[in-house]
């Protein structure tokens, strides 16, 4: 048997390195980075759209804005819609005084009295009118003067109406009074 022996110095070779852990670490740096980059495509995805739906909020506001009147509060609301009553019924009141003034004069009116002219302005009524008799003047003066409507009533002409036919002859027989009252008018 034979042995022999080396003398020369033995190197043992060096150990490769395992290049696994190298790979693990862009391994996990990629999918870290990857992670980080569709976290932030989602955010941005996600502000986007919420910007679009404020402009989109802000478009339909600015559109009813113009139609609407848009209130801090309740009670200012409430505060104008009692002074919008307030005026409604200011201005509502009084149309039907007129209407209302005829009603009670028609209610008085003697047979064989005619009105003629009916002028309602400020609260003052002024009518004329004819009849037969001169008595019918002075009763329907004293009726109406019982109504609580006319406060005050003056009469301002009564005269004698002379009648005449078409060739200017004076017609017999029959006289027709006119007469004029101008009358103060409170509500009814």
């Known amino acids: 048997m034979k042995h022999e ?18 790979r693990k670490g862009a391994v996990v740096f990629g999918v870290l980075f990857l992670g980080v980059l569709i976290t932030y495509g989602l955010l941005f995805w996600g502000d986007l759209c ?31 819609l009692e002074h919008r009553q307030l005026i409604l019924a200011s201005i509502s009141n009084g149309r039907e005084l007129p209407l209302q003034t005829m009603v009670e004069i028609n209610k008085v009116l003697p ?32 009726k109406l003067s019982d109504l609580d409507v006319f406060p005050v009533i003056n009469m301002v002409n009564t ?14 027989g029959e006289e027709t009074w006119e007469f004029s009252f101008d009358i103060q008018v409170t509500e009814v």
């Open 5 to 22: 022996m080396n003398l020369l110095p033995i190197y043992p070779e060096p150990k490769k390195r395992e290049k696994l852990p190298r």
């Open 50 to 80: 919420c910007r679009n739906e404020i402009k989109q909020m802000e478009a339909n506001i600015a559109i009813k804005s113009d139609y609407q009147v848009i209130y801090a509060n309740l009670s200012h609301q409430k505060e104008l």
């Open 111 to 142: 047979v064989g009295v005619q009105l003629s002219n009916y002028d309602f302005q400020d609260g003052r009524l002024i009518i004329s009118g004819e009849t037969q008799k001169k008595d019918a003047i002075i009763e329907f003066k004293e």
């Open 159 to 172: 005269n004698k109406k002379e009648e005449t036919l078409a060739d200017n002859k004076k017609v017999s």
